[in-house]
């Protein structure tokens, strides 16, 4: 079956921009993760949101970050006024309770 | 206390051999632990996860080596291969991982034919 997907797979961007990063999980996946990686590091968690609950905004690294769902599938990352240490590849993963299932991501560039 | 700390950075084996990589934690209430693969330009796969009642779990040439006491858990490799030359990444999570992992840092191994 499909697995999840993002979109754009890549994102050039000029400091100060807004951007929109898309996730498509699973279908009948109720979790969805928000995941950064920097070149050549491991993942930073972001944001997850389960189900209809309140997500967990808790990785979230400023107010400039934010992020909806919408009618419990799709998933929008946006990221406002954009940094140059914005740059990173932005994952998304879905999970049915345990493993999570990652996305390819998307790879932020900020000029 | 929630960080996941991974070694080695980077390891080099021999087609054949036993590569071994390992994970330590402190936050003993993670009770959720996988293993990553990561190609370059592809997102992480799901490798292998064990939980914290269980010492070892095995999937095909994948193994997870788990130490409660100590808290910390390896990966063993066996029979490796050149297409297993990918980056690893372990992680830890809490509520059989329906909350956010915690990753450590990634080693990057190569097998040489």
Known sequence: ?111 | QQQVKQSPQSLIVQKGGIPIINCAYENTAFDYFPWYQQFPGKGPALLIAIRPDVSEKKEGRFTISFNKSAKQFSLHIMDSQPGDSATYFCAAGLNMGRRALTFGSGTRLQVQP
């Open chain 1, 1 to 111: 079956g499909a697995g999840v997907s993002q979109s754009p797979s890549n994102k050039v961007t000029e400091k100060g921009k807004d951007v929109e990063l898309r996730c498509d999980p699973i279908s009948g996946h109720t979790a969805l993760y928000w995941y950064r990686q920097s070149l050549g590091q491991g993942l930073e968690f972001l944001i997850y949101f389960q189900g209809n609950s309140a997500p967990d905004k808790s990785g979230l690294p400023s107010d400039r970050f934010s992020a909806e769902r919408t009618g419990g599938s799709v998933s929008t990352l946006t990221i406002q006024r954009t940094q140059q240490e914005d740059s990173a590849v932005y994952l998304c993963a879905s999970s049915m309770g345990g493993g999570q299932y990652f996305g390819p991501g998307t790879r932020l560039t900020v000029t």
